[in-house]
């Protein structure tokens, strides 16, 4: 069984327009409402592609409601910590004429002692079931920056870490099996512009001697780079029509993670992953990806030495 934990998730809202006027009333043409977030996107992706997963998530309120009612719906395996704060709501809004795609966040609300304690005492109850684990999202007010770095060294299976900031550089010395931020993350977690291709090189060898085993630096619909123990690569990704590239990061970690816990190579675990972030920008709502097309597109992705 693959893991998706994450303390950040959201319903969100997608209002589709054909031509956005900033500062005039506006009107949707398409207005939809879906579970979201990092955690529940990667879970959401994982069941897509198959075989057992479980997702782990803080909810609360009648947006929780809605998460849950559409996971009972879907048939994806959870388990939740009822919360008193609402879980968020955040927005997409698509430009259809401009193909520009606008996202309004709202931050997480907190999550109490108790509450961080009980999905704690999740968690390791649900540890010895998984085979891999992928922890997703940042983390509430309140919820130590080493929050991450606990859940690491609990697991006994590779984990696939995608955060940034303090908490990702507190988890490094625990060794994740993989970590992936995007270009602009990886820069700001570093504290400094990662604008060339040895600045970048630069880059990911200070976070392997740091800790991370394998690392995956995407770029939106650039070329990502990935590195490990054989090398430094670089994956040029698949030719899609963009829907909505909300998720698509989410889908790259679920796709990456399903493909090694199946014994594929990282290199095609990372061909895997990427397929379905292109997947998920082809389709309106966040990782609900169809996994023939993926594993159809990840034929579709090149690699060479960066």
Request: net charge neutral; charged share 20%; glycine share 10%.
């Amino acid at each position: 069984m693959i893991v998706a934990a994450g303390l950040t998730p959201a319903l969100q809202q997608i209002l589709k327009f054909e031509r956005l006027a900033p500062g005039q009333v506006n009107r949707a043409s398409e207005a939809h409402l879906c579970a979201s977030g990092k955690v529940l996107n990667v879970g959401l992706a994982l069941h897509r592609l198959g075989g057992p997963s479980l997702t782990l998530a803080v909810i609360g309120g009648s947006t929780g409601k809605s998460i849950d009612e559409e996971f009972d719906a879907l048939g994806v395996e959870h388990r939740w910590i009822w919360t008193g704060t609402r879980t968020r709501m955040c927005t997409t809004i698509l430009d259809r004429e401009a193909s520009v795609t606008t996202e309004l966040v709202e931050n997480a609300g907190p999550v109490t002692s108790e509450e961080l304690k009980e999905f704690t005492r999740c968690y390791t109850e649900i540890l010895p079931r998984a085979r891999m684990v992928v922890l997703s999202g940042s983390l509430p007010a309140g919820v130590p920056k080493t929050y991450y770095r606990d859940l690491v060294s609990a697991a006994r299976v590779p984990v696939v870490l995608d955060a940034s900031g303090k908490e990702l550089l507190e988890a490094l010395p625990m060794k994740p099996f993989c970590i992936k931020p995007n270009r602009e993350e990886f820069g700001r977690t570093l504290g400094r512009p990662l604008h060339t291709s040895s600045e970048l090189a630069s880059a990911i060898k200070e976070v392997h001697e740091m800790g991370a085993k394998h690392v995956l630096v995407s770029n939106g619909a650039e070329a990502l780079w990935a590195s490990g123990p054989d090398g430094l690569f670089e994956f040029s990704p698949a030719k899609v029509r963009t829907v909505n590239p909300i998720g698509s990061g989410d889908c790259l970690a679920a796709g990456f993670a399903w493909g090694v816990s199946n014994g594929m190579s990282v290199h095609d675990a990372v061909c895997l992953g990427m397929a379905a972030a292109a997947e998920n920008a082809s389709v309106l709502l966040p990782a609900r990806i169809d996994p023939q097309l993926v594993r159809q597109r990840s034929r579709e992705i090149g690699v060479g030495p960066a």
